[in-house]
């Protein structure tokens, strides 16, 4: 059975990957693979990054095990799901162990399985927000993405957030606060609403998008407002803390735009999940948050044209 | 028997099964009916096991009741993308003595070779069933197995759930409908805040309707009607 399930992983990837399209493909496989694997290996025995990568792929792995919908599924028809879902993550994080052993660094790569087996044996809860619900009136009635996203994560949100209000003390825990809660932002933009959702507002593809954008934009810049504040004590860092300040919200804007640019109503997009994360983690290289800059300039045409799509469907 | 006794199940605060009760008998066709909200879909969940009891026992046969002994359909069904409803159907393990998948499919006449992704919802519908059913268990749990079947197929499915109870399975179905549950369940249970109201037999359907809608409350028709 698990055989048979890991299999069908593999074909849905292969059959995902034929829906991308030949040339981005192509581009895939010979430009960015290779260059994210170069950038792998070159740091991963520099520090922090030993860290830095097995920690974002032990995140990556606890938000998509957390938003499993093939649990009740799997346990219907199968009876042990949590070995399956072992198997699964064990073999799709086995470059990240690998990687860790080739330089050596046993006492990661124990730690970094360990913490994938306890990821794998959690039960993904569908209940989570019925029973973790908490007033959020502060979030105004249309931002949905960040009602549903602080209700699933608000204990791992105040753990990150208040350690950042501490940021005078050492600039390391601004920047870790900043990092995690730029991170779970993005990842709040994963699921998407269905159609009539879309369309309530009575706007056009484009005022939903550049409304979407500043509301949401806005609000995250106050929310990280006194983080930021903190961190500003340390004068040596000031450039550093404005440049990382305006790369989250830059990130925040690359999550929605890609959200609309894939946009299938009531979807879950894995896919959105890694991309964001990845993003997230190379924007740590500051001049590489440029990149996402200028390319928020191309999904924007991209995620109007796509909503066209939506918006027109019943005309 | 299916015993369930003194069933509570809560979500924070809130019994949404409240100390619910009943035997049902083995190898017949129970419908289970309610409000939306009365309990039905937990209840289910909690016999599966997905939905944690706060205290009671659900025993069948004398043990306690276990997921390997039963098949479910849920409300929503889940379906992994790019995949065709072959490799769907490969998944459900069928004991010795059922059909293949070609033949089994001559009832359901789903295009097993295309993608699920362009199935209508109709089509998933009897995609899931089809799985389900496939594992030939002895108890079988239907939620709201009519929802998106087209009047063909719901006529089918009687007849095959007429079938199941032939062979001596157990099979509780839920469903708005009761239309569609007086003409194939043996007995009909109606939910209401988390308890059992009154069971009827295949004998006494014929007040059944009056007898549901009899205790709804006046004042919230009332409203309804200044309303609309």
């Given at each position: 059975?698990?055989?048979?399930?890991?299999?069908?992983?593999?074909?849905?990837?292969?059959?995902?990957?034929?829906?991308?399209?030949?040339?981005?493909?192509?581009?895939?496989?010979?430009?960015?693979?290779?260059?994210?694997?170069?950038?792998?290996?070159?740091?991963?025995?520099?520090?922090?990054?030993?860290?830095?990568?097995?920690?974002?792929?032990?995140?990556?792995?606890?938000?998509?095990?957390?938003?499993?919908?093939?649990?009740?599924?799997?346990?219907?028809?199968?009876?042990?799901?949590?070995?399956?879902?072992?198997?699964?993550?064990?073999?799709?994080?086995?470059?990240?162990?690998?990687?860790?052993?080739?330089?050596?660094?046993?006492?990661?790569?124990?730690?970094?399985?360990?913490?994938?087996?306890?990821?794998?044996?959690?039960?993904?809860?569908?209940?989570?927000?019925?029973?973790?619900?908490?007033?959020?009136?502060?979030?105004?009635?249309?931002?949905?993405?960040?009602?549903?996203?602080?209700?699933?994560?608000?204990?791992?949100?105040?753990?990150?957030?208040?350690?950042?209000?501490?940021?005078?003390?050492?600039?390391?825990?601004?920047?870790?606060?900043?990092?995690?809660?730029?991170?779970?932002?993005?990842?709040?933009?994963?699921?998407?609403?269905?159609?009539?959702?879309?369309?309530?507002?009575?706007?056009?593809?484009?005022?939903?998008?550049?409304?979407?954008?500043?509301?949401?934009?806005?609000?995250?810049?106050?929310?990280?407002?006194?983080?930021?504040?903190?961190?500003?004590?340390?004068?040596?860092?000031?450039?550093?803390?404005?440049?990382?300040?305006?790369?989250?919200?830059?990130?925040?804007?690359?999550?929605?735009?890609?959200?609309?640019?894939?946009?299938?109503?009531?979807?879950?997009?894995?896919?959105?999940?890694?991309?964001?994360?990845?993003?997230?983690?190379?924007?740590?290289?500051?001049?590489?948050?440029?990149?996402?800059?200028?390319?928020?300039?191309?999904?924007?045409?991209?995620?109007?044209?796509?909503?066209?799509?939506?918006?027109?469907?019943?005309? | 028997m299916l015993a369930i006794e003194n069933l509570?199940v809560?979500?924070?605060?809130?019994?949404?099964i409240?100390?619910l009760t009943i035997s049902l008998?083995?190898?017949?066709?129970?419908?289970?009916?309610?409000?939306?909200?009365?309990?039905?879909?937990?209840l289910l969940?909690t016999m599966v096991g997905?939905t944690?009891k706060?205290s009671g026992s659900i025993m069948m046969?004398?043990a306690s009741l276990k997921r390997?002994d039963l098949?479910?359909?849920?409300?929503?069904?889940?379906?992994?993308?790019?995949?065709?409803?072959?490799?769907?159907?490969?998944?459900?393990?069928?004991?010795?003595?059922?059909?293949?998948?070609?033949?089994?499919?001559?009832?359901?006449?789903?295009?097993?070779?295309?993608?699920?992704?362009?199935?209508?919802?109709?089509?998933?519908?009897?995609?899931?069933?089809?799985?389900?059913?496939?594992?030939?268990?002895?108890l079988?749990i239907?939620?709201?197995?009519?929802?998106?079947?087209?009047?063909?197929?719901?006529?089918?499915?009687?007849?095959?759930?007429?079938?199941?109870?032939?062979?001596?399975?157990?099979?509780i179905?839920?469903?708005?409908?009761?239309?569609?549950?007086?003409?194939?369940?043996?007995?009909?249970?109606?939910?209401?805040?988390?308890?059992?109201?009154?069971?009827?037999?295949?004998?006494?359907?014929?007040?059944?309707?009056?007898?549901?809608?009899?205790?709804?409350?006046?004042?919230?028709?009332?409203?309804?009607?200044?309303?609309?």
């Open positions: 059975m698990v055989v048979h399930l890991i299999r069908l992983r593999f074909i849905q990837v292969y059959r995902g990957l034929a829906n991308v399209g030949l040339l981005r493909v192509v581009f895939l496989a010979v430009v960015i693979l290779p260059l994210v694997t170069l950038f792998l290996v070159q740091r991963i025995s520099v520090h922090p990054w030993p860290y830095i990568i097995p920690g974002s792929v032990l995140y990556i792995t606890w938000l998509v095990h957390g938003r499993r919908r093939d649990y009740h599924f799997l346990a219907a028809i199968f009876f042990r799901p949590r070995v399956l879902f072992l198997w699964e993550y064990l073999l799709f994080t086995l470059p990240v162990t690998t990687l860790l052993l080739s330089e050596a660094l046993y006492i990661h790569a124990i730690v970094f399985t360990a913490a994938i087996i306890i990821i794998a044996f959690s039960v993904p809860s569908r209940n989570l927000v019925n029973s973790r619900t908490v007033k959020l009136r502060i979030i105004p009635a249309g931002m949905f993405e960040w009602q549903s996203g602080i209700r699933k994560n608000l204990v791992v949100l105040v753990l990150f957030y208040i350690p950042g209000l501490f940021g005078f003390f050492h600039i390391w825990l601004s920047g870790v606060s900043l990092l995690f809660l730029t991170l779970f932002f993005v990842s709040f933009y994963s699921e998407y609403e269905p159609r009539n959702m879309l369309i309530a507002g009575g706007s056009g593809s484009w005022q939903l998008l550049i409304g979407k954008v500043a509301r949401h934009t806005g609000l995250f810049a106050m929310f990280l407002m006194p983080i930021i504040f903190t961190a500003l004590v340390h004068e040596e860092f000031r450039w550093l803390t404005a440049g990382y300040f305006l790369a989250s919200l830059n990130l925040l804007v690359f999550s929605i735009l890609l959200k609309y640019y894939q946009y299938r109503p009531g979807a879950y997009s894995g896919a959105h999940q890694m991309l964001t994360t990845l993003a997230c983690i190379i924007s740590i290289i500051l001049p590489a948050a440029l990149f996402f800059a200028l390319f928020n300039l191309f999904l924007i045409a991209g995620a109007t044209r796509n909503l066209k799509t939506y918006f027109d469907a019943g005309n | 509570i809560s979500y924070g605060d809130h019994n949404v409240d100390g008998p083995l190898k017949s066709v129970h419908g289970l009916v309610g409000m939306n909200g009365a309990g039905k879909t937990t969940n997905f944690r706060a046969a004398g390997a098949s479910f359909l849920e409300t929503e069904n889940f379906f992994y993308s790019h995949i065709t409803g072959r490799e769907y159907l490969g998944l459900f393990k069928a004991p010795q003595g059922i059909p293949g998948i070609d033949e089994w499919n001559r009832m359901f006449r789903l295009p097993l070779d295309h993608l699920i992704d362009n199935y209508s919802s109709g089509m998933k519908r009897k995609l899931a069933l089809a799985g389900v059913l496939r594992q030939e268990k002895e079988v239907l939620d709201e197995p009519f929802n998106g079947l087209d009047l063909e197929f719901s006529r089918l499915l009687s007849m095959i759930i007429a079938r199941l109870k032939e062979r001596g399975t157990t099979v179905i839920t469903s708005h409908i009761l239309g569609s549950l007086t003409g194939i369940c043996d007995h009909i249970h109606l939910l209401r805040n988390g308890k059992i109201q009154f069971s009827r037999d295949r004998d006494n359907f014929m007040d059944l309707e009056k007898d549901i809608f009899r205790d709804l409350d006046p004042a919230y028709m009332t409203l309804v009607e200044e309303i609309m």
